[in-house]
């Protein structure tokens, strides 16, 4: 079974910087991309950033360019995700997702984890 399991989330003030972390199992992580994804309070989901199985490609969301780094350790089934700068509206639940292909940037996502809310608040 496939499981995907964010940790890291908390009460930030603005300005600060989270590292956002998804422990992953149940499935040959080192094969599948992986994709962190957000949902904002009243909002629909929004795609953040994307990185290929062996970590050597990556691309983000436009909005929030140069602020984050996506990354991961294979040897421990681990996803990460940097934020700095952290801005009120990046308040939201954080989600790590599996691609479904494997060895495959393209196509749907098809697990997703928990979610860790970020509340960036003074």
């Known amino acids: 079974e496939v499981q995907l399991v964010e940790s890291g989330g908390g009460l930030v003030q603005p300005g600060g910087s989270l590292r956002l972390s998804c422990a992953a199992s149940?499935?040959?992580?080192?094969?599948?991309?992986m994709s962190w994804v957000r949902q904002a309070p009243g909002k629909g989901l929004e795609w953040v950033s994307v990185?290929?199985?062996?970590?050597?490609?990556?691309f983000y969301v436009e909005s929030m360019k140069g602020r984050i780094t996506i990354s991961r350790t294979n040897a421990n089934n681990t996803l990460y995700l940097q934020v700095n700068s952290l801005k009120s509206e990046d308040t939201a639940v954080y989600y790590c997702?599996?691609?479904?292909?494997?060895?495959?940037?393209?196509?749907?996502?098809?697990?997703w984890g928990q979610g860790t809310l970020v509340n960036v608040s003074s």
């Open positions: 149940g499935f040959t992580f080192d094969e599948y991309p």
């Open positions: 990185i290929n199985w062996n970590g050597g490609t990556t």
């Open positions: 997702a599996k691609k479904g292909r494997s060895r495959n940037m393209g196509g749907p996502l098809d697990a």
